[in-house]
Structures are given as structure tokens and as C-alpha cells.
């Protein structure tokens, strides 16, 4: 049983293109996260949804763009992929937003632009 | 200055030898910390939490809390091989659930 999923694993694309990226968490949690791991490993929030509300909203392009349909699902939309946007992103879920929770990470989704 | 830093090693162990992982952070109003594990190529996995001033033990972990010196640890006991990895020290405002990351820290564990 995958407690936090995301899909595609790998996602390799061209500059300019757009791309979705989709996770899914079966553990109940009312908190998804969405982060950015560069290539020099650090590890960077980029959003936050609790109950579908957006609670967490980092410096990031609006190129990049959350949603979430329901509490279990929270997916990232890319517009206009930059060689820049190379990276793994790592979709996480939590409880609640206490700040005291354990966050539980997926398997992330290694993005590669050419 | 960062928020949180971490040296990023490589920390290089002999088998048997206690590891000490070292964090500290900027922001005095923190109140939650955690150590995670990142072995190469997986997703980050949550070894120890803290919140209070001391020591925390957990099997071959200890977490080691110092607000007054912004300071924190992870000592790993009679290391083994499958204990390398990155290891993350994260911090929490507390009423804030935004998770603030070190770089991480490299460690070797040498048969």
C-alpha cells in the first residue's frame, strides 16, 4: 500500500513545454506539500493546500501552478519548462498543520528539461 | 546567514563508531526539529523528531536539543553500512507547518 504516490517517476520533456505532475496520498491527511530538490540536494518548499485551501505559497514563478480537487490529491502544473525547472519534486502530506507533525514523502518525480 | 545549516561532509565513520550530525538554525522563535534520512535516488524518510531542551532516544538515535545555542543533533551508535546517507535537519516555527531544510549531510559508514 503507497502511502503518498506521485506520477510520472520520470518526466523528461523540452524547453517551452507544459507538464503536470500528479500526487496522491491514501493516509487521511488533511496537508499536501509540494517540493523542489535541486541538484545540489537542498530540499525547498514551494506550496502548500490544507483542505484544498492554499496555505503555503513560496517565491515561485507562476509558471508553476497547484491544484487540488480534494484532500487527498494535489497536483503541479508546469507552463513554459525552463532549464532551470530541472529537478526531483517531492509531494509530501502531513496530518494537520500543528507544525509538530511527521511529513510523509513520495517517491518524487525526477524532471529533466532539455 | 542560512536558516538552517548543516555541514555537508562527507562524514566518514568506521563501522562500529558513533556518528554525530550537527544542525543549527537562525530563527530563535523554531520549535519543532526533525532529522530525516535520504538514502541516494529515494525520498526522504523521518528519523527523529524533538521539541524540548535534552536528549531523545530512539534505538541507536539520539536527538540532542540546545535552544539557547540554536543548536541540534543526531548521534548515530554503533553505525552500520545501511546507515549511509544524506541525513536532513529540518525546522518548524511551530504554529508555521512550513518545513525548513539544511543541505544535509553526507555520511559514510566504512565496513
Known amino acids: 500500500d503507497t502511502a503518498v504516490s506521485q506520477t510520472p517517476k520520470y518526466l523528461v520533456t523540452q524547453m517551452g513545454n507544459d507538464k503536470s505532475i500528479k500526487c496522491e496520498q491514501n493516509?487521511?491527511?488533511?496537508?499536501m506539500y509540494w517540493y523542489k530538490q535541486d541538484s545540489k540536494k537542498f530540499l525547498k518548499i514551494m506550496f502548500s493546500?490544507?483542505?484544498?485551501?492554499?496555505?503555503i505559497n513560496e517565491t515561485v514563478p507562476n509558471r508553476f501552478s497547484p491544484k487540488s480537487p480534494d484532500k487527498a490529491h494535489l497536483n503541479l502544473h508546469i507552463n513554459s519548462l525552463e532549464l532551470g525547472d530541472s529537478a526531483v519534486y517531492f509531494c509530501?502530506?502531513?496530518?494537520?498543520?500543528?507544525?509538530?507533525?511527521?511529513?510523509?514523502f513520495g517517491p518524487g518525480t525526477r524532471l529533466l528539461v532539455l | 546567514q542560512k536558516e538552517v545549516e548543516q555541514n555537508s561532509g562527507p562524514l566518514s565513520v568506521p563501522e562500529g563508531a558513533i556518528a554525530s550530525l550537527n544542525c543549527t538554525y537562525s530563527?530563535?522563535?523554531?520549535?519543532?526539529f526533525f532529522w530525516y534520512r535520504q538514502y541516494s535516488g529515494k525520498s526522504p524518510e523521518l528519523i527523529m523528531f524533538?521539541?524540548?531542551?535534552g536528549d531523545k532516544e530512539d534505538g541507536r538515535f539520539t536527538a540532542q536539543l540546545n535552544k539557547a545555542s540554536q543548536y541540534v543533533s543526531l548521534l548515530i551508535r554503533d553505525s552500520q553500512p545501511s546507515d549511509s546517507a544524506t541525513y536532513l535537519c529540518?525546522?518548524?516555527?511551530?504554529?508555521?507547518?512550513?518545513?525548513?531544510f539544511g543541505k544535509g549531510t553526507l555520511l559514510t559508514v566504512n565496513p
Open positions: 509530501a502530506s502531513s496530518p494537520g498543520t500543528s507544525g509538530q507533525e511527521t511529513q510523509y
Open positions: 493516509l487521511g491527511h488533511d496537508t
Open positions: 493546500y490544507n483542505n484544498k485551501e492554499l496555505i
Open positions: 530563527d530563535r522563535g523554531s520549535q519543532s
Open positions: 524533538i521539541y524540548s531542551n
Open positions: 529540518a525546522v518548524n516555527r511551530g504554529s508555521n507547518y512550513k518545513l525548513t
